[in-house]
């Protein structure tokens, strides 16, 4: 994911970096499943803004040993924070909250299905082997972080 430094003033600029993972599990079903994403990069966050500021990325999945429906999960970590209530954007020892969800209304935050988070999941079959998620992410309005360039790292787990 490719992150900006502040060229001065009072702004930061955020982005979470989407990671990936092995598969945790496997059924017969589907022999092999493989991931690639793109981050979400939020751009510049101005201080104090009174409305959250909005970006997506992608996770792309393609199967293989498909049979007609094959169900999959996919997970998201908590990153830097250690919990889905609020996701934690670091520069340095300053921080900004966030959050990644499901849903384009910004209410379903994608997790693994703990802690107030729900699991993300799609069919694969063989008329439709390789989905692309779209990864909704929103940092929180109203806050007052230093200048910097602000980054965390999730782990994305795809289950098969």
Do not use: K
Request: hydrophobic residues 40%; proline residues 4%.
């Amino acid at each position: 994911m490719g992150a900006m430094t502040c060229a001065g003033g009072r702004a930061a600029v955020v982005g979470a970096l989407i990671a990936l993972a092995a598969p945790l599990g496997c059924f017969a079903a589907v022999t092999a499943c493989t991931t690639s994403a793109s981050g979400v990069v939020f751009g510049t966050y101005t201080p104090l803004t009174p409305t959250a500021l909005l970006a997506n990325g992608t996770i792309a999945i393609s199967c293989t040993g498909l049979t007609a429906n094959n169900g999959i999960t996919i997970d998201l970590s908590t990153g830097t924070s250690g919990n889905y209530a609020s996701r934690t954007l670091v520069s340095g020892a300053s921080t900004l909250d966030y959050n990644l969800y499901l849903d384009a209304a910004y209410t379903q935050v994608w997790g693994n299905g703990s802690g107030g988070s729900l699991e993300g999941s799609v069919a694969v079959t063989n008329g439709h082997p390789n989905p692309t998620l779209t990864v909704y992410g929103a940092v929180a309005a109203a806050q007052d972080p230093l200048p910097g360039t602000y980054s965390d790292s999730i782990t994305v787990s795809v289950n098969y």
